[in-house]
């Protein structure tokens, strides 16, 4: 047997949760670079560099990645029978945006990407560019009703990359306050948020299989904290739901926001309505 078929993926698998984590480079802490002087990190010391769409000699060819295949039963691969459906809002090629379970209020949502991949430094270029186009939807959607968006992602305990999506009312504060907000709580926790600068990435910082908590505002202002031993895993919520942003200090837990099926499916019915003009796989 040709050794492709003993590796060929069966058609009617489940897509992914765990890779196995890669061992981290060891590479230099974050800190000024002397040749990168706009940026925190050292960008020069990347290894190597991903070719653009087009580039590269007649005889190569682009491979796609495969998302790596669950162990075990997971909430969020849209194929699984325990993703709960009547939550989806969108479903795009390679992304869907989806209510969240107990969210801080009735248009909370998340970005999954369809397949199992665990972190946003993990998913497939692609992906990430239909992940931008969610951001960009749900930010216009958001500024229609009189809300802001914020989204974070917490890489740590976690099976299936989940981007957290809150909406926040435009009298309830500003972006800065927001950014102040988590820059504050993380230093009572003893964490650092450090500012990603505007033309960097997550990719060009942190290397898959490694533990990190981000936030992105919707000035494209980013957030970073890399995870080293202990996190908790409520902090991007916390912090939303805290009196200096939303003031709902009650809804910290998810598990504390529990509606009924009937209420959820009225919640979903809603949103869809409201966001089928920003809806870009609908237009596309």
Request: charged share 30%.
């Amino acid at each position: 047997m040709d050794s492709t078929e003993l590796v060929k993926q069966p058609l009617d698998v489940t897509e992914s949760p765990y890779k196995k984590m890669a061992k981290e480079f060891q590479r230099s802490k974050l800190g000024e670079s002397a040749s990168d002087t706009q940026f925190f990190f050292d960008l020069s010391k990347r290894e190597g560099k991903k070719r653009l769409s087009g580039e590269g000699g007649p005889h190569q060819s682009k491979q796609v990645r495969k998302p790596p295949k669950p162990t075990s039963p997971c909430w969020f691969c849209l194929a699984s029978p325990e993703v709960e459906k009547h939550l989806i809002i969108s479903i795009g090629t390679h992304c869907y945006i989806a209510l969240a379970k107990g969210g801080l209020s009735p248009d909370h949502v998340l970005i999954l990407p369809i397949g199992h991949y665990q972190s946003m430094v993990e998913l497939p270029s692609e992906a990430i560019e239909e992940v931008d186009k969610c951001k960009l939807a749900l930010k216009r959607f958001y500024k229609s009703i009189g809300k802001r968006f914020v989204m974070f992602e917490r890489n740590y305990k976690s099976q299936h990359l989940q981007l957290q999506v809150v909406p926040v009312p435009l009298q309830c504060c500003t972006t800065e306050d927001i950014k102040e907000a988590y820059i504050v709580q993380a230093e009572e926790q003893q964490m650092e948020l450090l500012e990603i600068p505007e033309h960097s990435d997550l990719k060009q910082i942190i290397q898959p299989g490694s533990a990190y908590f981000y936030v992105e505002l919707d000035n494209e202002e980013k957030l970073f904290h890399r995870i080293k031993k202990q996190f908790p895993l409520q902090f991007g919520r916390e912090v939303l739901a805290s009196e200096a942003v939303l003031n709902i200090p009650d809804k910290a837990n998810w598990r504390e926001c529990k509606y009924s099926r009937e209420d959820e499916i009225e919640f979903a019915k809603s949103f869809r309505e409201g966001f089928q003009p920003y809806d870009f796989s609908l237009l596309d």
